[in-house]
Every structure is written in structure tokens, then in C-alpha cells.
């Protein structure tokens, strides 16, 4: 059996993957801020701020997972909490590193979490590929960052495949959660014009990208986790409106009110156009199961 451990194990992203590769056969541990279990998965104790880690999470490893990070629409954005945006992300893949630096033996790959918002929070109907520049808002240079610590990991031959997040959809968490829930109320709006892109996978296609990328020994670099149609943000909403069963009738939201709600730069992040290419990623042979909104919601409420 190969060992994967993950940093970040219990949010929503690794909640789902941990599921998918224990179907698959993996065994799976955790680094987390406590010791113990969670059900039957060991979680071995870090703290990335103190620069600390049990050793014994390294032990047997084949890959790790980093999914490590603070939400990004947790708290509003001012200098501290941005602070620690960049510093949970930064901070934990430093610490993993300076970890494996002194062993003998180490992980077959390290696959780590980025976003789609390293391109910038506003590309308007640029198409990105992973090969067009970093955007200069702050997450773009959150994503940067986080990226650059990963590639120290190369330096110790230990291949590395950072994935390039987009909108996840699962009604477990995430934007989608949080836009059901004023649907459902009947208080669904368009945000903005609604014309801007919005970049979007189904919550097991991007858990299957990263279960690939530790079996695919030809991945290397970054891949943009998406779906190959992004929609208008106009698209999601009446989509998922219909799929709930709950027309959207409400005026927009207007730009000025959300960057009143939600301060300018994070209101951009909701505003902006992001329309994201999924091509490398399917040029390895890595097909997913949703590629069009409609059906990917229909699975997501199908219960």
C-alpha cells in the first residue's frame, strides 16, 4: 500500500480526496494542528508559525498532499489577516521542506494546492493557459509565492505538480454553498454585470486530478484545475436557480454595493473575469466526468 500524507486534510477539498484515495487503496495521515484521529486517519501534529512538525509524519511517505492554507473569504481582508492568507500558505511549504531536506529517504511527488487567481483577480476574456504571466493584485502574489516555496522541493529531486484551483462545486462548502443558500431563500442575484467568466470543476473532478497526478510519473509543473466551458457568473446563478428550482428575480447586485459589503479588493475577486483553459491538464489523458455546469449541479443536488 502507498502512504499519502496531506496538509489540510479536513477542509473541503480534503475531505473528499481523502475518501477517493482510500477507495483507491492508499493509506492516508494527516498533518494537522493536533495530534490524534480523525476516524480511522492518523493526524500527526505541525505548526507551521513555530516551525514545527512531528518527524514521524515522514515516515514511509510515498507522496504529500498540500492543500494547507487559510480561507480566503473567512475574514475580511485586512493587513493582518491578508498576513496570514499568505503565511499559512508560504510558512507550511517551507516547513515541509526544511523537514525533507535532512532525511535519507523522500517522497515519490509533492503535489500541492495553488488557484486560478495567480493569473489575477481580472483577465477580462483572456483565455489563460499555465504559461500566461502572473497577475498583480494580492492573491496573484499569494499564489506566486506559494508556488516558488513548492519549487524548492525540485531542488531535492522530488517531482513536483502544482494545481491550479478554479470555483470548486460542492454543496459542502465553497462559493457554491454560499450562493445556494440566498437562492433557496428566493434572494439569488447576479452579481455585477454577470458577464464576467467564471472558471469552475465539480468538487470529485478536482480530487481525481490530484489522485492523477500522483499516479502520473510525466506530470510536472502547473495544471489549471477546471472544467474545459467556463460560464458567465449571470450562467451559474440562473443554472443553479433551475437546478433548485428557484427562479432568479431579484435585481443585480451592483459593483458599488458589493465593494461596500465586501471591501474593494475581495469584491474583486467576485467581480473580476477569470476564464481559465483546461487543456494541459486534459492532454494527459485525464478525463472528467463533468464538463458542462448543468449536469455537474444536477449531481451535486441530486440527493
Same mark, same amino acid.
Given at each position: 500500500?502507498?502512504?499519502?500524507?496531506?496538509?489540510?486534510?479536513?477542509?473541503?477539498?480534503?475531505?473528499?480526496?481523502?475518501?477517493?484515495?482510500?477507495?483507491?487503496?492508499?493509506?492516508?495521515?494527516?498533518?494537522?494542528?493536533?495530534?490524534?484521529?480523525?476516524?480511522?486517519?492518523?493526524?500527526?501534529?505541525?505548526?507551521?508559525?513555530?516551525?514545527?512538525?512531528?518527524?514521524?509524519?515522514?515516515?514511509?511517505?510515498?507522496?504529500?498532499?498540500?492543500?494547507?492554507?487559510?480561507?480566503?473569504?473567512?475574514?475580511?481582508?485586512?493587513?493582518?489577516?491578508?498576513?496570514?492568507?499568505?503565511?499559512?500558505?508560504?510558512?507550511?511549504?517551507?516547513?515541509?521542506?526544511?523537514?525533507?531536506?535532512?532525511?535519507?529517504?523522500?517522497?515519490?511527488?509533492?503535489?500541492?494546492?495553488?488557484?486560478?487567481?495567480?493569473?489575477?483577480?481580472?483577465?477580462?476574456?483572456?483565455?489563460?493557459?499555465?504559461?500566461?504571466?502572473?497577475?498583480?493584485?494580492?492573491?496573484?502574489?499569494?499564489?506566486?509565492?506559494?508556488?516558488?516555496?513548492?519549487?524548492?522541493?525540485?531542488?531535492?529531486?522530488?517531482? $513536483? %505538480?502544482?494545481?491550479?484551483?478554479?470555483?470548486?462545486?460542492? *454543496?459542502?462548502?465553497?462559493?457554491?454553498? #454560499? @450562493? +445556494?443558500?440566498?437562492?433557496?431563500?428566493?434572494?439569488?442575484?447576479?452579481?455585477?454585470?454577470?458577464?464576467?467568466?467564471?472558471?469552475?470543476?465539480?468538487?470529485?473532478?478536482?480530487?481525481?486530478?490530484?489522485?492523477?497526478?500522483?499516479?502520473?510519473?510525466?506530470?510536472?509543473?502547473?495544471?489549471?484545475?477546471?472544467?474545459?466551458?467556463?460560464?458567465?457568473?449571470?450562467?451559474?446563478?440562473?443554472?443553479?436557480?433551475?437546478?433548485?428550482?428557484?427562479?432568479?428575480?431579484?435585481?443585480?447586485?451592483?459593483?458599488?454595493?458589493?465593494?461596500?459589503?465586501?471591501?474593494?479588493?475581495?469584491?474583486? $475577486? %467576485?467581480?473580476?473575469?477569470?476564464?481559465?483553459?483546461?487543456? *494541459?491538464?486534459?492532454?494527459?489523458?485525464? #478525463? @472528467? +466526468?463533468?464538463?458542462?455546469?448543468?449536469?455537474?449541479?444536477?449531481?451535486?443536488?441530486?440527493?
Amino acid at each position: 500500500m502507498e502512504n499519502v500524507l496531506i496538509a489540510g486534510g479536513t477542509g473541503l477539498i480534503g475531505s473528499r480526496l481523502t475518501e477517493l484515495l482510500l477507495q483507491n487503496g492508499y493509506g492516508v495521515t494527516y498533518l494537522s494542528r493536533t495530534a490524534g484521529k480523525v476516524g480511522d486517519i492518523r493526524k500527526f501534529a505541525w505548526n507551521p508559525t513555530e516551525g514545527k512538525m512531528d518527524l514521524d509524519a515522514l515516515l514511509d511517505v510515498d507522496y504529500i498532499i498540500n492543500l494547507a492554507g487559510a480561507g480566503v473569504f473567512d475574514h475580511k481582508w485586512n493587513k493582518e489577516y491578508k498576513g496570514e492568507i499568505l503565511a499559512s500558505r508560504v510558512n507550511a511549504t517551507h516547513l515541509i521542506y526544511e523537514k525533507l531536506k535532512g532525511r535519507s529517504k523522500w517522497p515519490k511527488a509533492f503535489i500541492t494546492a495553488s488557484a486560478i487567481g495567480y493569473y489575477g483577480a481580472d483577465t477580462g476574456d483572456r483565455l489563460n493557459t499555465e504559461e500566461s504571466p502572473v497577475g498583480d493584485d494580492f492573491l496573484a502574489g499569494v499564489c506566486r509565492q506559494w508556488e516558488t516555496a513548492a519549487n524548492y522541493m525540485e531542488s531535492l529531486g522530488i517531482r $513536483t %505538480v502544482k494545481i491550479r484551483v478554479g470555483i470548486v462545486l460542492s *454543496k459542502k462548502g465553497g462559493a457554491l454553498e #454560499k @450562493l +445556494e443558500a440566498t437562492v433557496k431563500k428566493g434572494a439569488g442575484a447576479i452579481l455585477g454585470s454577470g458577464k464576467q467568466y467564471v472558471s469552475w470543476i465539480h468538487i470529485d473532478d478536482l480530487c481525481k486530478l490530484f489522485i492523477k497526478a500522483l499516479k502520473d510519473d510525466s506530470m510536472g509543473g502547473a495544471y489549471n484545475a477546471v472544467a474545459p466551458n467556463p460560464v458567465t457568473s449571470e450562467e451559474l446563478t440562473k443554472t443553479l436557480g433551475e437546478v433548485l428550482h428557484k427562479p432568479i428575480i431579484l435585481p443585480n447586485i451592483p459593483a458599488f454595493a458589493l465593494k461596500l459589503m465586501l471591501g474593494g479588493e475581495r469584491a474583486e $475577486t %467576485v467581480l473580476g473575469s477569470s476564464k481559465v483553459s483546461a487543456e *494541459k491538464a486534459l492532454k494527459t489523458g485525464f #478525463k @472528467l +466526468e463533468f464538463s458542462e455546469l448543468k449536469p455537474a449541479l444536477e449531481n451535486i443536488y441530486k440527493s
